[in-house]
């Protein structure tokens, strides 16, 4: 069965500062995605990135990117020049490739603060 | 974009009634959708994936007779807590995906059963 680890319960980071979120997962699978979700104070489930494993480049979308080290199943979060509107809960997920169900298996998270 | 509605955001009800929670994709037709339960400060549990015209399967532990799901189109499914009590009060959140591509997901409801 596939897992995801989020090591870091609780972060912080100082506004316009850079962070690093970790995130490591198991799966016997060769091809899969990742992606990571942001959920803020409302609840709503944001999607932040995705990264198709058979991609060497690591994905980026604006000031978020990430660090994908499959050989060591990584796959970090970098937040840029961190906004105050950063601040939420942020979830790993793994979702195979193949496969009836494509079911997401969740990290169990890291709050963000970001302070002023 | 691909937006996901829920219905409704948040319901109060008396213990043994039943609720009924509606999850719509607005913009695209969704082959399958998820529900998930969330407990605060933690993470998402999924509890069953809808198909589309079948039945869905639900994730061990769930009572498929006390959370009967249905998706009756390819932009709707409902999920109904039967004969609900408090310890049903959590947030449910739904999710749809096109064939092969990310799940979206919609804002969420807040039941509470007193």
């Known amino acids: 069965a596939q897992t995801v680890t989020q090591s870091q319960p609780e972060m912080s980071v100082q506004e316009a500062e850079t962070v690093t979120l970790s995130c490591t997962y198991d799966t016997s699978e060769s091809d899969y995605y990742l992606f990571w979700y942001k959920q803020p104070p409302s609840r709503q489930m944001i999607l932040v990135i995705r990264?198709?494993?058979?991609?060497?480049q690591n994905a980026t979308e604006n000031r978020f990117s990430v660090n994908f080290q499959k050989a060591a199943k990584s796959f970090s979060l970098k937040i840029s020049d961190s906004q105050l509107g950063d601040a939420a809960m942020y979830f790993c997920?793994?979702?195979?490739?193949?496969?009836?169900?494509?079911?997401?298996?969740f990290g169990s998270g890291t709050q963000l603060t970001v302070l002023p | 974009g691909a937006v996901v509605s829920q219905h409704p955001s948040w319901v109060i009800c008396k213990s043994g009634t039943s609720v009924k929670i509606e999850c719509r994709s607005l913009?695209?037709?969704?082959?399958?959708m998820f529900w998930y339960r969330q407990f605060p400060k933690q993470s998402l549990m999924l509890m069953a994936t809808?198909?589309?015209?079948?039945?869905?399967?639900?994730e061990q532990g769930v009572e498929k007779d006390k959370f009967l799901i249905n998706h009756a189109s390819l932009t709707l499914s409902t999920l109904t807590v039967t004969s609900a009590h408090p310890e049903d009060s959590s947030f449910y959140i739904c999710s749809a995906t096109k064939k092969g591509e990310t799940q979206y997901f919609g804002p969420g409801t807040r039941l509470l059963v007193l």
């Open positions: 913009d695209f037709q969704a082959t399958t």
């Open positions: 809808s198909n589309e015209g079948s039945k869905a399967t639900y």
């Open positions: 990264q198709e494993a058979y991609k060497q």
């Open positions: 997920a793994y979702r195979p490739l193949s496969g009836s169900a494509r079911q997401l298996t």
